[in-house]
């Protein structure tokens, strides 16, 4: 997996190129750009983009060598303002200088994009570059003048910092045929990541043609439990893939495994949701659960949480004092309940 740093955003000429192929998707199946393309790239575009539209980024010869192994289903951070603005997916890559300059044409002497590549599941994020340099190691002053690609760990960390999912990846996690999810192999399925912090005002990942946004809230409240996690020496505080989705915390260790399922909220529908995903999910848990709980920013209303304990499952809050709490279920109930989880 390969993480590109790309700017979008320093140049006047940057930012028209932007409005133009990435706010605007382009028709490359219209007769102004269909000409231009080899059939091989019209086949590979309108694989991924069935639909005839794409958002279109490129990159100038001199980037050619950095670009050498880039393959569909890498991230794409665009920077620009000191932070990165938006995190994309590659869809398609190739070189083509007659598309490029005619969804970019330069001025005299300049030279051409010739590396095209189209964006999947575009997503406005909002990190700043100090965040960004501090998970890199540069100096908190870097500004990202160029086109970077990230590579091996340094790639790896930048995903895992930023809690960022290729759909490729996501896809090829789950892609072994599963007949019922009390099966064997479904445990053999499911690919857990680190979970790290969430810095970004929003992350998305992709699991077919379907984009889950993380909301903010919700990813600072599961950073926060993970630290007192760590706190209490439990952990380490994982995530897991499977065909349903992605955990958002699941920890096996000496007190036994436990999934988590945040909220950012205290609604009805956020309790009725996290409900949901926890029997959803634990099912393909790498080991059995011992128990499923919701993590919420404070105590929802009585009713809520006799819904969580009808299911033996535990609510995991904050008190006034900000401090987690945890009100358990009964344990009967959990007992009653634990054997249906897995099934």
């Known amino acids: ?109 300049d030279p051409s994009w010739h590396t095209i590549y189209t964006v999947l599941d575009l997503a406005e994020v909002d990190i700043p570059y100090t965040e960004l340099n501090a998970v890199l190691g540069y100096r908190p002053q870097h500004t990202h003048p160029g086109l970077k690609v990230l590579r091996d760990d340094k790639a790896q960390s930048v995903l895992d910092a930023f809690m960022i999912t290729s759909g490729l ?44 946004i993380v909301d903010r809230r919700e990813a600072r409240l599961v950073a926060a439990y993970r630290e007192h996690l760590a706190s209490c020496g439990r952990g380490p505080a994982d995530r897991f893939y499977c065909r349903s989705g992605i955990s958002d915390l699941y920890v096996d260790d000496a007190e036994g495994s436990e999934l988590i399922e945040a909220k950012s909220d205290v609604s009805h529908q956020s309790v009725r949701q996290a409900l949901g995903q926890l029997l959803d999910y634990a099912p393909y848990c790498p080991a059995p659960p011992d128990r499923l709980s919701a993590l919420l920013p404070s105590l929802p209303a009585r009713a809520d949480l006799a819904l969580l304990h009808r299911y033996g499952i535990d609510c995991i809050h904050r008190d006034t004092a900000g401090v987690f709490v945890r009100a358990e279920a009964p344990a009967e109930r959990r007992e009653l309940m634990r054997s249906l989880w897995s099934s």
Not at 59 to 84: I, M
Request: one cysteine or more.
């Open 169 to 212: 990846f996501f896809s090829r996690a789950c892609e072994e045929p599963i007949s019922e999810p009390t099966a064997v192999d479904a445990r053999e399925a499911v690919r857990r990541a680190a979970a790290e912090e969430m810095r970004t005002s929003s992350t998305s990942y992709r699991r077919a043609e379907r984009l889950v």
């Open 1 to 109: 997996m390969r993480v590109l740093i790309s700017p979008s955003y320093g140049s006047s000429a940057t930012r028209r190129h932007w409005t133009d192929t990435v706010d605007h998707p382009v028709a490359f199946a219209d007769d102004r750009y269909a000409h231009a393309l080899t059939a091989d790239q019209r086949a590979r575009l309108q694989a991924v983009h069935p639909d005839g539209t794409a958002c279109f980024w490129g990159a100038v010869p001199k980037h050619d060598t950095k670009l050498r192994d880039v393959v569909p289903g890498d991230v794409v951070l665009f920077t620009g303002q000191n932070k990165v603005r938006a995190v994309g997916e590659i869809g398609a890559i190739f070189r083509n200088a007659e598309l490029a300059d005619l969804l970019w044409p330069p001025k005299q002497g």
